[in-house]
């Protein structure tokens, strides 16, 4: 058996390609599944189902699984699945991580007064954040139609309600697996670094390898050795940071970026070596991580739909779910 996973490793190593993608089938499931399972109980009920964890662990692959779709989708797209630091914290000695302009075209924009742009350097926070806040807008469609569908005052759209609602709960089951992929890949270190698939052409006093490390860590190691058990309990306990989405995710990006000198140290020192424990310990804690924040990025979302408007024209949330105001109109549409 260890022969067959050493020849997998190699090759598998020899297969990845220059865009790579982030954790496997595997370690997405596990993000998406075992947030969805350790959701506390103020959310809604249809998210604590088993049903809705394998969904999202299954969505959660799709950003990867429509890899190959055309030049055009995956010359945009592939990008948004890394952000390439360098060891100075600068995204390609442009913008730090720390100090991220706020929209993806300044972002660009700053990126292109030193030479780069955002398809070199990748631009995942700004995936983070834009599935995120499509999460949140979606969590307060659900808020609005579930108050309208049970208010009696409104009984005469209910069944619209009750249909849009049900339709609601599928698009934040896909939006939830989307935010899962970007969250996870935010978790590998290998997706937040210029070293990201062996040391490569920079300054080396560590020694560190340039094998093609990318493929077989992410992706057979986690699938032969990882187990969600075992991920489940390293999860960290919920963290909220009391901070606008921008700064949680620049700072869980941060973290993760931490761990790529002790990646590559423990690669050097045999971790990832078939059988030894270090490798596969390594891993879990990566994507117990990567699990634990998305699920307080969802809890974060809930908070934040209750202070949302929807609809046009638009209507306050809170005062929907106050009975102040009948959302029928700005839901159908007054075109």
């Known amino acids: 058996m260890k022969r067959a996973l050493i020849a997998g490793l190699a090759a598998l190593a020899l297969a990845v390609p220059g865009s790579v993608f982030a954790w496997g089938g595997t370690g997405h499931r ?14 809604p009920g249809f998210l604590h189902t088993a049903r809705a964890a394998i969904d999202v662990g299954e969505y959660s692959r799709e950003p990867d699984r429509t890899k190959g779709a055309g030049r055009e989708h995956d010359a945009d797209r592939d990008p948004g699945h890394f952000l390439d630091l360098s060891d100075d ?3 390609l000695g442009g913008p730090k991580l720390s100090a991220l302009p ?3 075209a300044d972002y660009d924009a700053a990126l ?10 990748g631009y995942l926070p700004y995936s ?33 309600f009750t249909a849009d609602r049900r339709r609601r709960e599928g698009q934040i089951l896909i939006a939830i697996g989307e935010l899962s992929h970007f969250v996870g890949d935010g978790s590998q270190p290998l997706h937040v670094t210029v070293h990201f698939n062996g040391w490569g052409d920079f300054p080396n006093p560590g020694g560190y ?19 969600a058990a075992g991920v489940m309990a390293a999860m960290p306990p919920p963290k909220d940071c009391h901070c606008a989405v921008q700064r949680r995710v620049a700072d869980y ?10 990646l ?45 408007t929807v609809g046009y024209k638009p209507v306050s949330v809170a005062d929907v779910v106050a009975g102040k105001v009948d959302p029928y109109l700005a839901l159908y549409g007054v075109d």
Do not use: C
Not at 270 to 299: C, H, K, M, N, Y
């Open 253 to 262: 990006l941060a973290a993760t970026g931490a761990q790529v000198v002790p």
């Open 112 to 121: 292109r007064a030193v030479g780069q742009d955002s398809w070199k350097a």
């Open 128 to 160: 983070i954040v834009d599935r995120w806040q499509q999460l949140a807008k979606d969590l307060a469609y659900w808020r609005v139609l579930s108050a309208a569908e049970a208010n009696p005052a409104w009984k005469a759209h209910r069944a619209f």
């Open 102 to 104: 706020t929209t993806r």
């Open 264 to 308: 590559y140290q423990l690669e050097k020192a045999g971790g990832f070596a078939p059988g030894d424990p270090r490798g596969p310990a390594f891993a879990t804690q990566r994507i117990a991580v990567g699990a634990s924040e998305l699920r307080d990025l969802i809890v974060d979302a809930w908070k934040m739909s209750l202070s949302q």
């Open 89 to 91: 914290g600068t995204a």
């Open 30 to 43: 596990f993000v998406g599944e075992l947030a969805m399972k350790s959701l506390p109980a103020e959310l």
């Open 209 to 227: 390898t340039n094998a093609k490390i990318h493929g077989p860590f992410e992706g057979d190691l986690v699938q032969a050795s990882v187990a």
